[in-house]
């Protein structure tokens, strides 16, 4: 089992985490989100999903990882400006539905991936779940 308090070295983190409510957050700093998915496949760590917050205005979206590690939650944020973020599909399997479910629920395009037929309904369209300011 790895101590928390030096989770952030083993994944190649600048700084250590803090636990909040259940979940112990870790910074991925400079590091992409490729690389800590590369680092927590390489620890044994399980992913679980992903959680898409669309931010206020024009500041992007922050997407949440979620990962089990011995029992205890761990959260990754990354925020992103933009509508695109790697895909993780190739490296970690698990993520393929929740990514599928975040890209046609907020229209953002996970790169490096191929998306198969919508999983909602034949009259909803990508991005249904944005704010109607954001949809213009």
């Known amino acids: 089992m790895i101590a928390l308090e030096t989770l952030h070295q083993k994944l190649g983190l600048a700084e250590p985490g803090a636990e909040s409510r259940g979940v112990f957050w870790l910074n991925p700093g400079d590091k992409s989100l490729?690389?800590?998915?590369?680092?927590?496949?390489?620890?044994?760590?399980?992913?679980?999903?992903?959680?898409?917050?669309?931010?206020?205005?024009?500041?992007g979206f922050r997407l949440e990882y979620?990962?089990?590690?011995?029992?205890?939650?761990?959260?990754?944020?990354?925020?992103?400006?933009?509508?695109?973020?790697?895909s993780i599909f190739d490296i970690c399997e698990a993520a393929d539905w929740i990514e599928r479910e975040i890209h046609e629920e907020?229209?953002?395009?996970?790169?490096?991936?191929?998306?198969?037929?919508?999983?909602?309904?034949?009259?909803?369209?990508?991005?249904?779940?944005?704010?109607?300011?954001?949809?213009?």
Not at 47 to 58: H, V
Not at 70 to 79: A, I, K, N, V, Y
Not at 113 to 122: F, I, T, V
């Open 34 to 59: 490729r690389e800590v998915t590369q680092a927590m496949n390489e620890i044994g760590a399980r992913f679980i999903t992903i959680t898409a917050y669309q931010l206020p205005g024009d500041e």
């Open 66 to 86: 979620h990962w089990d590690l011995d029992g205890c939650l761990l959260g990754l944020p990354f925020q992103i400006t933009g509508k695109s973020i790697d």
């Open 106 to 136: 907020y229209a953002i395009d996970f790169a490096g991936r191929q998306y198969e037929p919508l999983l909602l309904r034949a009259t909803d369209t990508i991005g249904v779940n944005l704010r109607e300011e954001v949809k213009k």
